[in-house]
Nanobody
Framework: QGQLVDSGGGFVQPGGSLRLSCTAS????????VGWFRQAPGKAREGIVT????????WYADSAKGRFTISRDKARNTVLLLMDSLKPEDTAVYYC????????WGQGTQVTVSS
């Protein structure tokens, strides 16, 4: 049985940066495709970036291109999301998931961008 733990959220001013972590236990995360999603108040959850289990191919939503970077820290069984140039509209709860033959979700971490 796998488990994902999201961390790294917080409060940041516009233009700032945060690094989110998705750390797995019970599964070898490098064998799984991992995605980051976010859900703002009153809105549906949306996918923003993924990294594949096959050659670490990456996909970014338009809202994330040029500002967000996903990467793997294989030694820590973790996927990182570096978010730069944050905007107030990036405020949301951020969730990672991992999918292969099963699907796991992290518990979410709050990101608030405000002056």
């Amino acid at each position: 049985q796998g488990q994902l733990v999201d961390s790294g959220g917080g409060f940041v001013q516009p233009g700032g940066s945060l690094r989110l972590s998705c750390t797995a236990s019970g599964i070898d995360l490098k064998e799984w495709t991992v995605g980051w999603f976010r859900q703002a108040p009153g809105k549906a959850r949306e996918g923003i970036v993924t990294i594949s289990s096959d050659a670490d191919r990456q996909w970014y939503a338009d809202s994330a291109k040029g500002r967000f970077t996903i990467s793997r820290d294989k030694a820590r069984n973790t996927v990182l999301l570096l978010m730069d140039s944050l905007k107030p509209e990036d405020t949301a709860v951020y969730y990672c998931n991992a999918f292969s033959n099963e699907l796991y979700w992290g518990q979410g971490t709050q990101v608030t961008v405000s002056s």
